[in-house]
């Protein structure tokens, strides 16, 4: 099965259901971390959904781009930030030049990479991110499932791909493709599951 084209179906389904649900910025704190430890102002968000963090980049005078690759999400977020970069586009091949960007925000969307898949598109962050460069990297911890499509009755019943880890393993995995951990904290979302997000700042060595 491609996991990666049934989670992009799932969210054109749900675009504007989601963006409606989903729209209050939910990192705010790491946001202005993040606005604290990085050098220069022109930011790649991995996985821009429907604009949701574009327009607190955006407002605070960020050169934003932001790229996504359900077309659903990115012409809500057009609509909701018309003022925004957005293109339509794969992790894992990215169409831009080595050392573009001088930090990458990447919140609860490397979550939907398979796991066999996560270093070509670390190294293909690290390509386009200046070296020094930071991140931000949000992912769900793994409690008992490892990486599976995940089926919801909400917005209709729709299935999308979630891998889960946990904190050891993914602070390998940034590690062995050169990114050097500067923080992590943990944020708790207020639901059913009480899901908890690692939440990393990373420094690239390249």
């Known amino acids: 099965m491609d996991f990666k084209q049934k989670t992009k179906d799932a969210y054109d389904k749900i675009a504007l259901a989601y963006s409606k649900r989903n729209f209050d910025h939910f990192w705010i704190d790491e946001f202005e971390f993040f606005r604290s430890i990085i050098d220069g102002s022109k930011v790649i968000d991995l996985g821009c959904g429907a604009g949701r963090d574009a327009s607190v980049f955006v ?8 790229i996504d690759f359900s077309e659903g999400m990115l012409s809500v977020a057009r609509r909701r930030v018309p003022n925004g970069r957005f293109e339509q586009m794969d992790f894992s091949k990215m169409k831009f030049p080595d050392d573009t960007f001088d930090g990458f925000w990447a ?4 979550l939907h990479i398979p796991k066999k898949e996560i270093d070509r598109v670390l190294q293909e962050v690290k390509r386009i991110v200046k070296s020094g460069g930071v991140g931000f990297i949000s992912v769900r911890e793994k409690t008992q499932i490892d990486e599976a499509l995940v089926d919801e009755k909400k917005s209709g019943g729709i299935s999308r791909y979630f891998a889960f880890y946990e904190r050891n393993e993914f602070d390998k995995i940034l590690q062995d493709n050169g990114f050097l951990v500067m923080k992590i904290t943990t944020h708790t979302e207020n639901d059913k599951r009480a899901t908890n997000w690692l ?4 420094k690239n060595l390249s």
């Open 107 to 110: 919140a609860a969307s490397l």
């Open 199 to 202: 939440c990393y700042f990373v």
């Open 59 to 66: 407002e605070k005078g960020f050169d934003y781009t932001g």
